[in-house]
């Protein structure tokens, strides 16, 4: 079963590969990885704000300027 806790970690390996790639300066890599966590993140805040980026009290002060590590740090602080 997959869960709420499941896909923060998946997140967190996707952030860490994003950056382990971006400091050999592989950009193409970051990329992909950027783009893996950018879509869970999504996910997680469809499900737990009823939108993308989310509007949940306290979060959109973040928007729309968030970074994909800010956007993950709200949802993995929120519960």
Do not use: F
Not at 5 to 33: F, V
Not at 49 to 63: A, F, I, R, T
Request: hydrophobic share 35%.
């Amino acid at each position: 079963m997959i869960t709420r806790k499941t896909i923060l970690i998946q997140i967190g390996e996707h952030l860490t590969s994003m950056n382990q790639w971006a400091l050999y300066e592989n950009y193409d890599y970051a990329s992909k990885y950027a783009n893996k966590a950018e879509s869970l993140i999504e996910l997680l805040e469809v499900y737990d704000c009823g939108s993308v980026g989310g509007y949940d009290e306290g979060q959109h002060e973040l928007m729309p300027h968030a970074s994909l590590h800010q956007r993950y740090s709200w949802l993995y602080n929120k519960k």
